[in-house]
């Protein structure tokens, strides 16, 4: 995963979040570990004598904002569930702003309307998964991995989808059901069972 923050925007983050920075280098290994599922990162580094606990600094960072009030630090002697650690979606998109701009970009690119039944039908929703675009855009980046290579796949799938007449889902259901791997079977002459003709594109 990389985070894309150059040395300004670091500076940046540490000022507007009165972070430390071991502060903002433990929030970046607690998201690796979540994003990515690389917790041994987070193994070897409580492994490194520090001047703070790493508990004195997820309470430090859930007193900053940075991770929500409602999730309750475990006690010394607790299982750590990475997980279950819930930051505040503002500071995250911040420090990852390549997420946002990955969701908008399939955004930009993905079927506005199409007809079902000789009525038009929005494609771009995500209400019904998501509480914003905004949301939205981030679980898109972070079920793609925030992986440029892979994304820019997905937009020419899309792009393909659409010349190819591919029955396209509402835009929350695509990335949740991560459609583009059905759009890339059919594309490759997988055995998915699309009705090209049932739903035209606008």
Known sequence: MNFDLTIEEELNMLDKYKLTPTELFVVKLLLIAQIEGEEDYIYRYVQIPNKSSFREIL???QSKGVILKS?????SGEK???EDIDFNKNFVKNIHRASFELGKELYENYPQTTYVK???FNLRRVSKKFNSLEDAFFKYGKYIRFDNELHNEVIELVKWGIQNGYNF??????IIDQD???IKNVRDGGN??????AVKLL
């Open 169 to 174: 889902t509402t835009m929350d259901s695509f």
């Open 180 to 182: 583009w791997r059905n």
């Open 192 to 197: 998915i069972n699309v009705n090209y003709d």
């Open 80 to 82: 750590l569930i990475i």
């Open 118 to 120: 000789g009525q038009v």
């Open 71 to 75: 999730y309750k630090i475990p006690k």
């Open 59 to 61: 309470e430090s960072l």
